[in-house]
T-cell receptor, first 114, second 111 residues
Framework: NAGVTQTPKFQVLKTGQSMTLQCAQD?????MSWYRQDPGMGLRLIHY???????DQGEVPNGYNVSRSTTEDFPLRLLSAAPSQTSVYFC?????????????FGQGTRLTVV | KQEVTQIPAALSVPEGENLVLNCSFT??????LQWFRQDPGKGLTSLLL?????REQTSGRLNASLDKSSGRSTLYIAASQPGDSATYLC??????????FGSGTQLTVLP
């Protein structure tokens, strides 16, 4: 069972570079989301999607872009990396058949912006 | 805006002790609450999911309770083991299916 798969696991970027963090799930979940985790601040929601073609902003969306062209994939794009975006990024998915559903997380991408 | 607080931030106990981790939330209009475990440098592993209509949920040595009206949940770990050492996170799911996380409790179980 693959579940939620994130790539890459580690990445170092220079300030101003762009990149895409990949997230794929094989559970046919409609709902997918991206979080960042920073020390002492818990996980904060960046963007989310309730289905293909539908995305919305979370708590900390600035500097990030998303799209959802398929049910399986939900990539996160950093448009122009900044040191403040150094963080661990997690992708999650869950079903929307009922609101009482379990969230599944990927193993994370550790990003350093220098 | 929903806020989730976990107390204590860190806890160290000797092996074999029973312990309780606390989670409180400000908006009682939740759909469910989920407890996760996170090992250093790893992702989040789901431990227990409590639906808003439930009072508690059990899995092995773990028992989670939910008091929605008072905005509280507890995670009870029985007979703790060194392998239980990890950070425990609680998250509540509100409207639009979004999860709001607490900052976690870092648990160390000493052999």
């Amino acid at each position: 069972n693959a579940g939620v798969t994130q790539t890459p696991k580690f990445q170092v970027l220079k300030t101003g570079q762009s990149m895409t963090l990949q997230c794929a799930q094989d559970m046919n979940h409609e709902y997918m989301s991206w979080y960042r985790q920073d020390p002492g601040m818990g996980l904060r929601l960046i963007h989310y999607s309730v289905g293909a073609g539908i995305t919305d902003q979370g708590e900390v969306p600035n500097g990030y872009n998303v799209s959802r062209s398929t049910t399986e994939d939900f990539p996160l794009r950093l448009l122009s990396a900044a040191p403040s975006q150094t963080s661990v990024y997690f992708c999650a998915s869950s079903s929307t058949g009922s609101r009482n559903t379990e969230a599944f997380f990927g193993q994370g991408t550790r990003l350093t912006v220098v | 805006k929903q806020e989730v607080t976990q107390i204590p931030a860190a806890l160290s106990v000797p092996e074999g002790e029973n312990l309780v981790l606390n989670c409180s939330f400000t908006d009682s209009a939740i759909y469910n609450l989920q407890w996760f475990r996170q090992d250093p440098g790893k992702g989040l592993t789901s431990l227990l999911l409590i639906q808003s209509s439930q009072r508690e949920q059990t899995s092995g040595r773990l028992n989670a309770s939910l008091d929605k009206s008072s905005g509280r949940s507890t995670l009870y770990i029985a007979a703790s083991q060194p392998g239980d050492s990890a950070t425990y996170l609680c998250a509540v799911r509100g409207s639009a299916r979004q999860l709001t996380f607490g900052s976690g409790t870092q648990l160390t179980v000493l052999p």
